[in-house]
């Protein structure tokens, strides 16, 4: 019988956490060995009522802000020492559908050279970003993510699907460009291989750093449309903030450079100069921290 470790980030919002781990609890396990993992990322919460509710999970502390990357990696750590088979990684502001957690294991499990695999992603009614275009019908049926697209000329990803009502448009499974980090199983292997998530990231990116190394490494990369969850899809470091200036401007160029083609790296150290000379205030940190190479939290304080 396989083991299937659910890994979840928590930060802020114990409200939203709450609700992840009561959807948890009612996931269809059948023929699975299953386990909880909660990671605090925030020492200045106290999660003892949490743990009070959920007696059965695993909490574990990381003692400061490790942001995505690093704080996720404990937790996945903490899996695999529990002989996990594969982990599933989803963010606290999720509700699961009953169904998530087999649909993607069956998945998993129809090829070996599948490594990774994401459900479809709606917004969480009421969460979207254009909440005045839908019928109250439509709530809950709003499409956040179908799969995902990379733009190589540009080092820029996007949501297939992003907004749109979902009509069955995107009921095919196939692989896919990159899967967010806000919901992804993956299997033991693929860890083995290629290792965990890269620290230098902190936040942004990592996922798709990740996912990059996957697919080099031989690794397909499924989006499985029968699984589902629901993304309260907050924005607290929307498009703009400082936190996304820094953390973005950054990071780009650290995947960019690393995987770009020589002239996308040219363009992307261009772009730099120019953010140097006349880009938001973080915008121009980002940049400077990736050539002096200071990368995790960086220059960043939270």
Not at 14 to 32: H, I, V
Not at 149 to 163: A, F
Not at 265 to 272: D, G
């Amino acid at each position: 019988m396989k083991k299937v470790a659910l890994v979840i980030l928590h930060y802020v919002d114990q409200r939203l956490t709450k609700e992840c781990l009561e959807s948890t609890e009612k996931l269809n396990t059948e023929n699975l060995i299953f386990e909880t993992i909660v990671v605090n990322n925030n020492p200045k919460e106290d999660l003892g009522e949490l743990k009070k509710q959920f007696k059965n999970f695993t909490f574990l502390e990381t003692g400061e802000n490790l942001g995505f990357a690093a704080g996720n990696n404990l937790g996945i750590n903490k899996a695999l020492a529990n002989n996990a088979d594969a982990v599933l990684l989803v963010n606290n502001d999720t509700v699961l559908d009953k169904d998530l957690l087999l649909q993607l294991f069956k998945v998993a499990n129809s090829e070996k050279t599948i490594g990774i695999v994401s459900p479809k992603i709606y917004f969480a009614p009421g969460y979207e970003y254009h909440k005045d275009r839908y019928r109250p019908k439509d709530l809950g049926k709003v499409i956040w993510y179908a799969g995902g697209v990379i733009d190589w000329q540009n080092i820029l990803t996007s949501h297939r699907g992003v907004d749109e009502i979902d009509h069955g448009q995107y009921d095919i499974q196939e692989e896919t460009d990159v899967i967010s980090g806000c919901a992804m199983l993956v299997s033991r292997e693929v860890f083995e291989k290629i290792g965990l998530f890269d620290e230098r990231y902190f936040l942004y990116l990592e996922d798709l750093d990740f996912c990059q190394r996957a697919k080099l490494a031989g690794f397909k990369i499924i989006y499985a449309p029968q699984a589902k969850l629901w993304h309260y899809n907050a924005g607290s470091s929307s498009v703009g903030s400082p936190l996304h200036d820094y953390f973005f401007a950054r990071n780009r160029m650290l995947f960019g450079i690393k995987y770009g083609q020589l002239r996308t790296k040219l363009a992307l150290i261009r772009e730099s100069f120019r953010l140097l000379a006349s880009g938001r205030p973080w915008q121009k940190i980002g940049v400077r921290d990736f050539y002096l190479r200071r990368f995790g939290r960086g220059s960043w304080k939270d």
